[in-house]
């Protein structure tokens, strides 16, 4: 008897990664990996697309999956942006370090406070476990723009909202 394995390995994700100075979004392939042990980005993608890198106040030593440590390299920069993916909205700090061709590793910590159902076969991702406080706190701060602006209380917030056509 045969049998035919047509699972993926590696599933990757569309997210949306938001900068806080200039709100403009990338888009970015991320990698979900339960081996790594944290958030991730490519030094080479992160200056290309511009994102504001900080620097840690202490480096950060980063372990290989098989738990040694990789001499190569101490990570000393972070990125911190919004991260947008299917309803899914939340503040992230990603450490910066060289991936090659991968341009953001979405690691254990991340799945594990997400847990998404992810379909091996097909690849996908959804956002079905999510906790409750994950991407809640935008939402509300939406409605109490929107209720602002239904009181005709803030016209710059108004303006953000609706689209520059629609304005008077
Ligand atoms: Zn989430």
Redesign the pocket.
């Known amino acids: 008897m045969r049998r035919t394995l047509r699972l993926l390995r590696e599933v990757w994700m569309r997210v949306g990664l938001e900068k806080l100075e200039s709100h403009e979004g990338v888009a970015v392939k991320a990698l979900l990996d339960s081996g790594a042990t944290g958030l991730f980005m490519d030094t080479t993608f992160a200056r290309e697309k511009g994102f504001r890198i900080e620097r840690m106040k202490k480096p950060l030593i980063v372990k290989n999956v098989d738990g040694t440590v990789n001499v190569g390299e101490a990570i000393m920069h972070q990125v911190e942006c919004n991260m947008f993916?299917k309803g899914?909205?939340?503040r992230v700090r990603i450490d910066v370090c060289n991936l090659g061709k991968t341009e953001v590793i979405l690691g254990m910590p991340w799945l594990a406070?997400?847990n998404?159902e992810i379909d091996w076969e097909k690849g996908e991702v959804k956002?079905m476990r999510?906790?409750p406080i994950?991407?809640k706190r935008k939402q509300e701060e939406k409605k109490r723009e929107v209720k602002k602006v239904e009181r005709g209380e803030d016209k710059e917030v108004l303006k953000k909202l609706v689209p520059k056509r629609f304005w008077r």
Request: proline residues 17%; charged residues 10%.
């Open positions: 993916f899914h909205v939340e406070a997400h998404p956002m999510c906790p994950c991407g």
